[in-house]
């Protein structure tokens, strides 16, 4: 029998994997590639490697990677100042790209379109022609309310402001396609679309890249964090680790060292760690296990994020004991002294952390537990057909 033929669209070519939206793309092409014939189209603010380009190409039946005009973008944004359109929306949408997405439909055939966040929803909107769904990933403008308050001055008033866009356009885009999904329940009920019930939550999965590892390097760290560290959930997470967590370590005469990996890591982040001897921060690696598997814990001190944390289900697959927020776990949905630790202040993050340290046969427990349950729930190939896209 002849595979159908399905167009995903992404708003950033899914290699490398080191930002949730190009893994989740990329693992769900891996998956879906199986059943389906795959046509790739991805816009990008850069010029892709060919090697980058070869890991996807595997994948698809053809790839398409659309160049972003620099100078269209910030016009794009000047003329979006007075519509009630998200920016990050016209940021990635230019009407010449649009155009060769169309011909590509109809070069191939297309039986479906998959769109991956509402950045990539411009481009496929008006079609009706075929069957689309439309991946939220996560509420966008949630995200960005939480951004809002804890900003100050301009940038809190520029937050809130994309934030309002952003709840409208979640609202608007959802009834320009045939099937929704969303990466976690919370997030499903921050779309506030009167049918938003209907919306599929599709998590994320873990790859057994990491589930076939054993860690074999030495412990070199007390506590791990690892993650795109130019990201500000992220980044914000490393200042909670260094200016919340270490002093209390400091008050109570214990020593701990600690790592933070991860791409691109922000200026705040580099400063804070030159002042602390016992932070090392550490920029792109070729394999990020061998970051995770030098830390006793991986913390996660996330409060301002949304959907389902990779860095999380990654440590937990490797055997990691992972203290993380209420927050995170609403995603995640484990049980809380079984297969994770939560926290949600700084003694309380010390106090388990310390816990996990100290004792080992606990330490081992929740380990143990945290992978068997990633291993159970979350397998990209039964996760990624469950995908409405011809239902």
């Known amino acids: 029998m002849n595979k159908k033929t399905i167009l995903i669209l992404t708003s950033r070519f899914p290699y490398p994997l ?13 998956a879906l590639s199986q059943k389906y014939n795959i046509v790739l189209c ?29 100078f269209k973008i910030g016009l794009n944004l000047l003329l979006n100042m007075f519509s009630e359109k998200p920016f990050q929306v016209a940021f990635f949408y230019q009407s010449s790209i649009r155009k060769k997405i169309l011909k590509i439909i109809a070069d191939f055939n297309i039986d479906a379109v998959y769109c991956q966040l509402i950045r990539s929803a411009e481009y496929v909107k008006n079609i009706h022609s075929v069957s689309k769904t439309l991946d939220y990933m996560d509420a966008l403008s949630e995200g960005m309310f939480k951004r809002a308050r804890i900003s100050k001055g301009i940038k809190r008033v520029i937050f809130d402001i994309e934030g309002k866009r952003l709840k409208m356009y979640e609202n608007r885009i959802y009834d320009y396609f045939n099937h929704h999904t969303i990466i976690s329940e919370q997030d499903k009920h921050k779309i506030h679309h009167p049918l938003n019930k209907k919306i599929v939550v599709i998590p994320n999965g873990i790859d057994d890249f990491f589930l076939e590892h054993t860690c074999r390097q030495k ?4 506590i791990v964090f690892v993650g795109n560290l130019s990201y500000p959930p992220n980044v914000k997470s490393c200042r909670y680790i260094i200016n919340q967590i270490l002093p209390i370590f400091r008050q109570k005469g214990r020593k701990v060292k600690v790592l933070l990996s991860g791409a ?16 090392e921060v550490i920029g792109w690696v070729d394999d990020i296990r061998m970051s995770y598997c030098k830390g006793k814990v991986f913390v996660a001190p996330l409060f301002i994020g949304t959907g ?28 809380p002294s079984n297969e994770i630790m939560i926290a949600d202040t700084a003694e309380d993050f010390y106090s388990k952390i310390v816990a996990l340290i100290d004792d080992k046969k606990l ?3 929740i380990a143990n ?3 068997k349950y990633v291993k159970l729930n979350f397998n990209w190939n039964s996760i990624s057909f469950k995908i409405p896209i011809f239902q």
Do not use: H
């Open 219 to 222: 412990k070199e760290y007390d």
């Open 264 to 279: 691109n890591p922000s200026p705040k982040i580099l400063k804070l760690a030159k002042n602390n001897k016992n932070v």
């Open 42 to 70: 991805s816009v990008s603010t850069s010029l892709i490697k060919q090697d980058w380009l070869q890991k996807v190409e595997e994948y698809c039946q053809e790839v398409y990677v659309f160049k972003l005009n620099k």
């Open 369 to 371: 537990n945290a992978y």
């Open 18 to 30: 080191e930002k949730g939206d190009k893994l989740r793309a990329y693992y769900q092409i891996k």
């Open 308 to 335: 389902l944390q990779n860095k999380i289900l990654e440590a937990m697959a490797l055997n990691i004991p992972c203290v993380t927020t209420n927050l995170v776990n609403n995603a995640l949905n484990s049980t």
């Open 363 to 365: 330490s081992d427990a």
